[in-house]
């Protein structure tokens, strides 16, 4: 039994003499009863999934973000709790359990683990909490799998009588499984409360010979206008910074008119950017920038 860096049951550890019950304690950190992780082995949200089914003695489905973190979403505050679905209900610290049942198509395994497909999981994170937070982690959830609307609006109509329904297809007609941030999200999300048209994301740009130029976060390419968000990996790593310039530099070359936003502008500032982007749309032959609402929030949306 290999209890490095993963979570294990601490009964399990001792019969297979992986630990002794001094160094059990002395050693570990118990995570849920019963459960323990290696002490400076971090706590991430894969390894709060594989605790809490632990602790549930394998007897739940992994859900939710836990099964979202499974599947490489990013993005998942590591201080949330498990999520679990299990029959019986039971209050533990650290753990949420949702009754529900599922159906074979809804679960698949992973790393040996009962979890909920993609579909199943979008349709849940879906349903829950606010709008913007929903279409955040659904938008991630799809960066990581490819998961598309379509698939879960078929779920979606088989379930139709299941809480936060209306929620969940207005986060399926604003979901892009193109962002790379929640901050990404957020920017687009600002951009279809303004009245802009829904970017496109991920926008490969190539010169005249066909040659790679670089990639665009969102933007319209139409216009040749194009949105960044300037997350603090642009600045902090001195030579993504260099790449960055070099890059800029190209797309300029292609004509392309890049608007880069930061996060104290987007939190502080919206109407800025806002005008930014308005202002080289117009530039560019958009003609509906009169219409654009400079006041947008995303809780318009």
């Known amino acids: 039994m ?26 570990h950190n118990m995570i849920y009863r019963n459960v323990y992780l290696p002490k400076g082995v971090k706590l991430t949200p894969e390894r709060r999934a594989v605790a809490a089914w632990l602790w549930s003695r394998r007897n739940a489905t992994i859900a939710g973000l836990s099964a979202a973190a499974l599947y490489g979403s990013r993005w998942i ?37 009962p979890v909920t497909t993609p579909v199943r999981t979008g349709f849940d994170l879906g349903r829950r909490d606010s709008l913007e937070t ?28 299941a809480r936060g329904i209306v929620q969940l297809r207005r986060v399926l007609e ?18 279809l409360a303004a009245g802009f048209p829904r970017p496109q994301t991920q926008i490969l740009v190539a010169d005249e010979y066909g040659s790679f130029v670089g990639r665009v976060d969102m933007g319209w390419e139409e216009f040749q206008v194009g949105v960044e968000y300037d ?39 919206p109407h800025v950017f806002l005008a930014r982007v308005r202002d080289a749309m117009q530039s560019r032959g958009w003609p509906h920038s009169d219409e654009v609402r400079l006041d947008a929030r995303i809780a318009w949306l």
């Open 134 to 161: 929903a279409i955040i982690r659904v938008d991630a959830l799809a960066n990581a799998t490819g998961l598309k609307p379509v698939d879960v609006e078929r779920l979606a109509e088989t379930r139709r009588g």
């Open 231 to 269: 997350g603090p990996q642009h600045w902090d790593d001195p030579a993504q910074h260099a790449r960055d310039i070099d890059r800029l530099a190209e797309l300029a070359a292609q004509r392309w008119l890049i608007i880069r936003v930061s996060r104290d502008i987007l939190r502080t500032r």
């Open 2 to 27: 290999d209890t490095s860096s993963s979570p294990f049951i601490g009964t399990e550890g001792l019969a297979a003499g992986g630990v002794t019950r001094r160094t059990l304690v002395s050693r």
């Open 77 to 113: 505050d590591e201080n949330l709790p498990a999520e679990l679905i299990r029959g019986e209900a039971c209050a533990v610290d650290g753990i949420t359990i949702h009754r529900a049942k599922l159906r074979d198509e809804e679960f698949g395994i992973v790393h040996g683990m």
């Open 174 to 191: 604003l979901m892009d499984g193109g962002a790379e941030s929640p901050q990404e999200t957020r920017t687009r999300l600002l951009l």
